[in-house]
């Protein structure tokens, strides 16, 4: 219900993701109402801000039925993305992206519990189409300070697709790193299964 041309920071509420991400600055947090989202273009988060949904369950970011290649979130350096459900899909056959960490964002920013679905799986079987959860595709360097710092913690990653090409969960390249955080608990059905 809020308004973009009227909206301002601690005021009125924007109507649209975007342009409340183009009003802020370092140091400050979008929150984003319960709602689903259609983004008419990806989102880059700016250096030192954060954007937070409620819940995981109620706040949802996507581009559904893209017809070109695309990004959903770039992280920008210092940024935290959290508690949203994203979604980005295609009936075609494109590159698809949907977190892409650059520079060296895999060791300043973080994406904590969150839901990311990137999907073509209804693209014809004959194409071709590189399909990533997570891109890691920046420089950073690994230090002792990296194995505290997980840049990708408590959340679930959905890929997928139909045809050739290259089909990955969380890629990792160039000069990079990328430490995560992952839990698993046990219970007496999964004792002595190999889980």
């Given at each position: ?127 071709t189409s ?57 219970d007496a ?7």
């Open positions: 219900y809020g308004n973009d041309a009227t909206a301002c920071i601690g005021g009125t509420p924007f109507k649209t993701v975007n342009a409340a991400i183009s009003a802020i600055s370092s140091g400050q947090t979008v929150w984003i109402l319960p709602g689903i989202y259609n983004l008419t273009s990806g989102i880059t988060i700016p250096d030192g801000t954060a954007i937070r949904g409620l819940n995981t369950q109620t706040v949802t970011l996507q581009m559904l039925n893209v017809t070109a290649d695309t990004t959903l979130i770039t992280m920008g350096e210092n940024c935290r993305l959290e508690d949203v459900t994203l979604k980005l899909t295609s009936t075609e056959h494109h590159t698809l992206q949907g977190i892409v960490f650059g520079g060296t964002s895999t060791v300043t920013s973080k994406l904590r519990p969150s839901v990311l679905t990137v999907d073509n799986s209804t693209a014809s079987g004959v194409g590189n399909v990533y959860g997570v891109v890691a595709n920046g420089t950073s360097a690994l230090t002792a300070s990296s194995f505290s710092f997980n840049c990708l913690k408590g959340s679930t990653i959905n890929v997928r697709s139909n045809g050739g090409g290259n089909k990955r969960g969380i890629l990792v390249s160039n000069a990079n790193i990328v430490t995560t955080l992952f839990l698993y608990t046990s059905a999964d004792e002595g299964l190999g889980v």
